[in-house]
């Protein structure tokens, strides 16, 4: 348990549906992160909230919109994706922005038909 | 832009020492991380080096050589368990955290 929480566990979406991934926190932090982690290649940070408000958007396609509603909650929401956006998505959070950990989810395992 | 580089597999036997390196380039240096990731599972944080020099963990330690832009995690007595992916990542001046692609180790018996 790594008291960071991630549903679905898998996904499997067809490139017309729409889809929202979520991943709540119960370590109390004030920054949450979402990853993408594709086969031989570095996880992509994508997006980064701190306290509610999206302070980072690593130029990431408009198909994919994030959504914190609190500190606790993220939400990732897909719309007519490729199948190449098939990958692990992770989410994070940490105490700060600078801080010197950070605990991921398990992550949803993504795959677009 | 950030580079973070790694081997991508080793095989190692059970009890053996290893030894996996990461080389990185950034813009501004806070930090290097690296982090443990078995196969389905959430990465979990290992190591935290911000200054040059050996952090020992128990069985793991790290090492941080900011001069060569270089930093090695070292796995003693290694276990069954220890077989996962090892990911590096370097915090840079803008507070970003990048990562490496990680490296697989296979411990064997």
């Known amino acids: 348990e790594t008291g960071v929480t991630q549903t679905p566990r898998h996904l499997v979406m067809g490139m017309t549906n729409k889809k929202s991934l979520k991943c709540e926190q119960h370590?109390?932090?004030?920054?949450m992160y979402w990853y993408k982690q594709s086969a031989k290649k570095p996880l992509e940070l994508m997006f980064v909230?701190?306290?509610?408000?999206?302070?980072e958007n690593n130029s990431v396609p408009s198909r994919f919109s994030p959504e914190c509603p609190n500190s606790s909650h993220l939400f990732l929401h897909l719309h007519t994706l490729q199948p190449e956006d098939s990958a692990l998505y992770l989410c994070?959070?940490?105490?700060?922005?600078?801080?010197?950990?950070?605990?991921f989810g398990q992550g949803t395992r993504l795959t677009v038909v | 832009g950030q580079n973070i580089d790694q081997p991508t597999e080793m095989t190692a036997t059970e009890g053996a020492i290893v030894q996996i390196n990461c080389t990185y380039q950034?813009?501004?240096?806070?930090?290097l991380f690296w982090y443990q990731q078995h196969a389905g599972e959430a990465p979990t944080f290992l190591s935290y080096?911000?200054?040059?020099g050996l952090e020992e963990k128990g069985r793991f330690s790290s090492f941080l050589s900011r001069s060569k832009g270089y930093s090695y995690l070292l796995l003693k007595e290694l276990q069954m368990k220890d077989s996962a992916s090892y990911l590096c990542?370097?915090?840079?001046?803008?507070?970003?955290?990048?990562f490496g692609k990680g490296n697989q180790v296979v411990v064997i018996p």
């Open positions: 080096n911000v200054l040059d």
């Open positions: 950034t813009s501004g240096f806070n930090g």
């Open positions: 994070a959070s940490s105490q700060g922005l600078v801080e010197t950990e950070a605990f």
């Open positions: 370590l109390g932090h004030n920054a």
């Open positions: 990542a370097v915090r840079d001046g803008n507070n970003r955290l990048a």
């Open positions: 909230y701190s306290l509610e408000e999206r302070v």
